[in-house]
């Protein structure tokens, strides 16, 4: 099992800047790469960005050169810096962690608000 708790969120205007965390508890040493989804209202679940062990980053087309994410050298927190922040960026945000074989990892959820 795996356990992921995130932090971070709140409001904050357009243009401004939050960093989310999400701290990884269980069998964290399993996890092979871990990242950020977003769901917004009336909209579907979008991957944000994601980090695998080697340290490979990707990132939506609509976050890239604005959001950072990162993870620390025992990989059991990653981060999301998200700068430049736009009202689009609203939306509940997801940290998971995938588990070969065992499967992905969610956390509850965390809301990002960007007033205009």
């Known amino acids: 099992q795996v356990q992921l708790v995130e932090s971070g969120g709140g409001l904050a205007q357009a243009g401004g800047s939050l960093r989310l965390s999400c701290a990884a508890s269980g069998s964290i040493f399993s996890i092979s790469r871990m990242g950020w989804y977003r769901q917004a209202p009336g909209k579907q679940r979008e991957l944000v960005a994601v980090?695998?062990?080697?340290?490979?980053?990707n990132y939506a087309d609509s976050v890239k050169g604005r959001f950072t994410i990162s993870t620390n050298n025992a990989k059991n927190t990653v981060w999301l810096l998200m700068n430049s922040l736009k009202p689009e960026d609203t939306a509940v945000y997801y940290c998971?962690?995938?588990?070969?074989?065992?499967?992905?990892?969610w956390g509850q959820g965390i809301q990002v608000t960007v007033s205009s």
């Open positions: 980090i695998i062990e080697g340290g490979g980053t």
């Open positions: 998971y962690a995938l588990r070969a074989i065992a499967g992905i990892y």
